[in-house]
């Protein structure tokens, strides 16, 4: 079992940038994909990004790419979403999420086993 924790959260205005980090509990971090999903109030949680193991790959939904870039650092055993252009439609508690099973990265969050307890970004207009 892994534990999750997200910081980095916060208020920014529209245009602005933020940087969330997600710091993991397990000595095996590597061995998770990692995920960021999002969820709005009155909205069903949806898929941002994810990374595989060794980081080599990414995948983004596909509205956020360019605008979002998640990373990781398995000898911190942290990921990271840098987050650019943001708008008010970003509004949302961001959650990562860390899936242990041998797969392509998915983007359902059904198929996340671990999730931290969420960081609230909010971005004004």
């Known amino acids: 079992q892994v534990q999750l924790v997200e910081s980095g959260g916060g208020l920014v205005q529209a245009g602005g940038s933020l940087r969330l980090s997600c710091a993991a509990s397990?000595?095996?971090?590597?061995?998770?994909?990692m995920g960021w999903f999002r969820q709005a109030p009155g909205k069903e949680r949806e898929f941002v990004a994810a990374i595989s193991r060794d980081g080599t790959t990414t995948r983004y939904e596909k509205s956020l790419k360019g605008r979002f870039t998640i990373s990781r650092d398995n000898a911190k055993n942290t990921v990271s979403l840098q987050m650019n252009s943001l708008n008010p439609d970003d509004t949302a508690v961001y959650y990562c999420?860390?899936?242990?099973?041998?797969?392509?990265?998915?983007?359902?969050?059904?198929?996340?086993?671990?999730w931290g307890q969420g960081t609230q970004v909010t971005v004004s207009s």
């Open positions: 999420a860390a899936d242990s099973a041998w797969r392509v990265l998915a983007t359902r969050p059904e198929d996340y086993a671990y």
């Open positions: 397990r000595r095996t971090f590597s061995s998770y994909i």
